[in-house]
């Protein structure tokens, strides 16, 4: 079955959220950007940057068979010719049957869709050893890691910078 992206709307973010049960759930996915526990209108704020010809975010559901099962952001940087990703996430219903490898195809496919971007990066948090070990089969090249970036409770994360190149990009995409 293939998963459909289309942009993610406010009717989305009940769902989105139920994908969360935790704090440290919610950490993994959003970053320390929304506080916990997740609210609505902090979310609502970050869908209101998404719109018109040069929006500078753009907020992206994925469905299979009209289900909601993935979500994934954009924040689009003309002047550098970058895009940063965040908040992908797939389903707890779905993670584990091989769905992440589509799912980064079409990130990729949306995020490099302007001819003018040149780099995509990301940030993951460096024990996320599924989202990581994604990413670089993605093309992703880690380079580097912030330390002790992100407390919570008891530990302190590090968080890995990761990007892909288009160059990078074309050259997987070429045999398609």
Excluded: C
Excluded at 102 to 117: G, H, K
Excluded at 129 to 152: D, H, N, Q, W
């Amino acid at each position: 079955m293939m998963l459909m992206p289309r942009k993610f709307t406010k009717r989305d973010i009940t769902p989105l959220f139920d994908w969360f049960q935790t704090e440290e759930d919610a950490l993994l996915w959003a970053g320390a950007a929304l506080s916990w526990p997740l609210q609505r209108r902090a979310f609502i704020d970050l869908l209101k940057q998404d719109g018109g010809y040069t929006a500078s975010r753009e907020v992206w559901a994925v469905d299979l068979d009209q289900d909601m099962v993935g979500h994934f952001q954009i924040v689009f940087n003309r002047r550098l010719r970058t895009a940063g990703l965040g908040r992908i996430a797939l389903a707890p219903k779905i993670r584990g049957q091989g769905y992440g490898s589509q799912m980064m195809r079409i990130v990729l496919d949306r995020t490099f869709s302007p001819a003018w971007v040149h780099r995509v990066d990301l940030n993951v948090y460096a024990h996320n050893a599924r989202a990581v070990s994604l990413y670089k089969s993605a093309g992703f090249t880690l380079e580097g890691t912030r330390r002790e970036t992100t407390p919570i409770g008891d530990a302190i994360w590090d968080t890995h910078m990761m990007s892909i190149l288009r160059p990078e990009f074309d050259k997987r995409t070429e045999g398609e």
